[in-house]
C-alpha cells in the first residue's frame, strides 16, 4: 500500500496511532544502537519488508549502501541499477515508473 502523503486526516485514527507505535519502538531501538536486544527489535519491525530502488544512473557505492542497510535492518531488496536504460528506452515516463514500483 503506498500512498503519498499530504495531511494526516487521510490517514484514520487507528492507522497514525499504529504508525505512532512503531515510530516510538524504532526511536527506542536506535537510542542504544549498539544493544543486540534493540538491532533485533528493528529487524523484527521490518521483516519481510521490501526496498525497492531505482537508479537513473550508475552509482555502484550508493546502491550497495541501500542494500546493504537494508540487509542489516533485516530488509529484503530489489531494484533497478539504471532505470534509464530500460523504462526510459521503452518512452515510458519517469513518473509512470515510479508509480509502477511503489505498486510492488
Known amino acids: 500500500m503506498s500512498?503519498?502523503?499530504?495531511?494526516?486526516?487521510?490517514?484514520s485514527r487507528e492507522r497514525l496511532e499504529?504508525?505512532?507505535?512503531?515510530?516510538?519502538?524504532?526511536?527506542?531501538?536506535f537510542e542504544h544502537p549498539v544493544s543486540s536486544w534493540n538491532r533485533e527489535v528493528v529487524r523484527g519491525l521490518l521483516k519481510g519488508k521490501l526496498l525497492n530502488?531505482?537508479?537513473?544512473?550508475e552509482s555502484t557505492r550508493t546502491r550497495m549502501s541501500f542494500c546493504n542497510g537494508a540487509a542489516h535492518l533485516g530488509m529484503e531488496r530489489g531494484?533497478?541499477?539504471n532505470a534509464k536504460f530500460s523504462s526510459a528506452a521503452?518512452?515510458?515516463s519517469l513518473i509512470h515508473t515510479v508509480r509502477v514500483i511503489c505498486g510492488y
Open 3 to 11: 500512498k503519498h502523503i499530504v495531511r494526516a486526516q487521510q490517514f
Open 79 to 81: 531494484g533497478s541499477d
Open 53 to 57: 530502488y531505482m537508479f537513473w544512473q
Open 18 to 29: 499504529r504508525n505512532f507505535k512503531v515510530a516510538d519502538r524504532l526511536r527506542a531501538a
Open 90 to 92: 521503452k518512452g515510458e
